[in-house]
């Protein structure tokens, strides 16, 4: 992965800032000030609320880093859309996610979700448990959806702290805990529709295909890294 990494100036951590489009960790106040239910993007100057925790999302300080548990019943991060438009990632694009699944048996699963405009599929999701104890990436716009969706599967069969990261442009590249597990060139750049409507992390929607488990940091850079 690339290796221009800064300070950033709202956490003091050093991470890759080049790119970086949207980020939320909750282990870090400022993006969740320990009270309420507003998270806050660390990649925005403003730092704005981002999103809401739906149901019974918690602040899980139990981990080993603090992070964002959810109970499989509706629990969500209501992220605001325009703060992520997949349409704008005309040079691919690269999303991590720290991933704590409350057991290997849950199926059909939703770590993160964009939805159509419509609300009722997706222009991109990270999903688990479609496949039994696998990780994929799916999307209903640009390079066809099962062709993206089979060549991403990453295998988690355990339920310790992972990170997910896939970076998609002319090919789909797919790391867990930092080593390269699949890599598959398509020829041209992966895009995606421009999209209104749901932005969740945490399920597909309105309380459907729930995960279980805890979600630490997400990165999104606006760049295939």
């Known amino acids: 992965m690339g ?35 507003n998270v806050f993007n660390l990649a925005s100057s403003s730092l704005t609320p981002t999103g809401s925790f739906i149901n019974d999302t ?31 990632f005309t040079n691919g694009f690269t999303m991590s996610v720290w991933v704590k699944l409350g057991n290997n048996t849950q199926t059909g699963t939703y770590i993160y979700s964009r939805r159509n405009s419509a609300n009722n599929n997706n222009i991109f999701s990270i999903i688990y ?11 209903l716009s640009g390079l066809a959806s099962q062709t993206l969706r089979t060549n991403s599967q990453i295998t988690v069969s355990d339920t310790n702290w992972h990170n997910i990261c896939y970076s998609v442009g002319s090919s789909a590249r797919g790391y867990l ?12 750049t992966v ?8 932005n969740i992390i945490g399920d597909f929607g ?20």
């Open 3 to 37: 290796s221009k990494f800064g300070i950033l100036a709202s956490t003091g951590n050093n991470i890759q800032t080049e790119g970086l489009m949207f980020y939320i960790d909750s282990s870090i106040k400022k993006s969740y000030p320990r009270t309420g239910t």
């Open 129 to 139: 448990g479609y496949v039994s104890q696998k990780y994929e990436i799916y999307n």
């Open 177 to 188: 805990d930092g080593i390269l597990i699949t890599d598959v060139s398509y020829g041209s």
């Open 58 to 88: 918690i602040y899980d300080s139990s981990t080993i880093t603090p992070s964002y548990a959810f109970d499989g019943n509706g629990d969500r991060i209501q992220l605001i859309p325009n703060d992520l438009d997949f349409s704008s």
């Open 191 to 198: 895009t995606f529709s421009s999209s209104t409507g749901d």
């Open 206 to 225: 309105n309380g459907t295909n729930d995960v279980y488990g805890n979600i630490g940091s997400f990165h999104v850079y606006n760049q295939v890294l």
